[in-house]
T-cell receptor, first 110, second 113 residues
Framework: TQLLEQSPQFLSIQEGENLTVYCNSSSVFSSLQWYRQEPGEGPVLLVTVVTGGEVKKLKRLTFQFGDARKDSSLHITAAQPGDTGLYLCAGYSGNTPLVFGKGTRLSVIA | KAGVTQTPRYLIKTRGQQVTLSCSPISGHRSVSWYQQTPGQGLQFLFEYFSETQRNKGNFPGRFSGRQFSNSRSEMNVSTLELGDSALYLC????????????FGNGTRLTVT
């Protein structure tokens, strides 16, 4: 069974701080997706990374896929209250459904 | 383009009852997946349907079943409800499945008492 471990589980920071959340596995994935889920809503796709070592930027969010395609990180610069939510990573490895991590719950305090 | 629509949003049932949840995917999307989300286990895959055929099934008991209609709309059914079935049930659609990014609905919150 493929597992994706996300850390930390919970993170509470002040507005303006930087943070990094991690998504790790012992399995290789052909692609990895990051989603954000806000209360009362379904997850919304942020980015997909497919190449080992790939870095993608989405405004203040930077996503990196590990060289071996087993791990990924999400770095947020100068966090804002609007970044509050549950961040989920999901891995795909061909002919199997997306496997989700349990998520990192981020709270950004103004 | 309308998003994924799930009905109902909230449901309260009693142990032993059965329940049917409905999902209307984005127009043109042929793959529909269902996930169960709980605080302790996160998102767990239930099943995926593509063109009315179940393509993948997660590790859930046979009380959980689903189907997809010719218009790609999908339903999932849970029979003989247990307290542990209380969860947020999320439906997601994609054009072809197979690792394509998922478009989620806002879920059905099921509470079993």
């Amino acid at each position: 069974t493929q597992l994706l471990e996300q850390s930390p589980q919970f993170l509470s920071i002040q507005e303006g701080e930087n943070l990094t959340v991690y998504c790790n596995s012992s399995s290789v994935f052909s692609s990895l997706q990051w989603y954000r889920q806000e209360p009362g809503e379904g997850p919304v796709l942020l980015v997909t990374v497919v190449t080992g070592g790939e870095v993608k930027k989405l405004k203040r969010l930077t996503f990196q896929f590990g060289d071996a395609r087993k791990d990924s990180s999400l770095h947020i610069t100068a966090a804002q209250p609007g970044d509050t939510g549950l961040y989920l990573c999901a891995g795909y490895s061909g002919n199997t459904p997306l496997v989700f991590g349990k998520g990192t719950r981020l709270s950004v305090i103004a | 383009k309308a998003g994924v629509t799930q009905t109902p949003r909230y449901l309260i049932k009693t142990r032993g009852q059965q329940v049917t949840l409905s999902c209307s995917p984005i127009s043109g999307h042929r793959s529909v997946s269902w996930y169960q989300q709980t605080p302790g286990q996160g998102l767990q895959f239930l099943f995926e349907y593509f063109s009315e055929t179940q393509r993948n099934k997660g590790n859930f008991p046979g009380r959980f079943s689903g189907r997809q209609f010719s218009n790609s709309r999908s339903e999932m059914n849970v029979s003989t409800l247990e307290l542990g079935d209380s969860a947020l049930y999320l439906c997601a659609s994609s054009p072809g499945g197979g690792g394509s990014p998922l478009h989620f609905g806002n879920g059905t919150r099921l509470t079993v008492t």
